[in-house]
């Protein structure tokens, strides 16, 4: 089993900045990729971004030129810096990590943008 657990969300005014960081503990040998996905009220989860153990990243249209992912696999973290933050971008943000086909979930930390 792998536990996941995110923080770094809050409140932030459109135009502000906040970072996710997301730990992974437990069973982590054969980490594979990571990733972020959120899910705002009354929709769907979606992916945000993920990267790979080998530093491959892919994002949502709606985080391209936004949002840089990254991770440290030495400390089995992944952060998702998020700039220029818009209120369509308020969401509970959950961490996700791979390994093989099986999925981990963490519980999710609330982003709310806001003036």
């Known amino acids: 089993q792998v536990q996941l657990v995110e923080s770094g969300g809050g409140l932030v005014q459109p135009g502000g900045s906040l970072r996710l960081s997301c730990v992974a503990s437990g069973s982590t040998f054969n980490l594979g990729a990571m990733g972020w996905y959120r899910q705002g009220l009354g929709r769907e989860r979606e992916l945000v971004a993920v990267?790979?153990?080998?530093?491959?990243?892919n994002y949502a249209d709606s985080a391209k030129g936004r949002f840089t992912i990254s991770r440290d696999n030495a400390k089995n973290t992944v952060y998702l810096q998020m700039d220029s933050l818009k209120p369509e971008d308020t969401a509970v943000y959950y961490c996700?990590?791979?390994?093989?086909?099986?999925?981990?979930w963490g519980r999710g930390t609330q982003v709310t943008v806001s003036s």
């Open positions: 990267v790979t153990s080998g530093g491959n990243t």
């Open positions: 996700n990590a791979k390994i093989s086909i099986i999925n981990f």
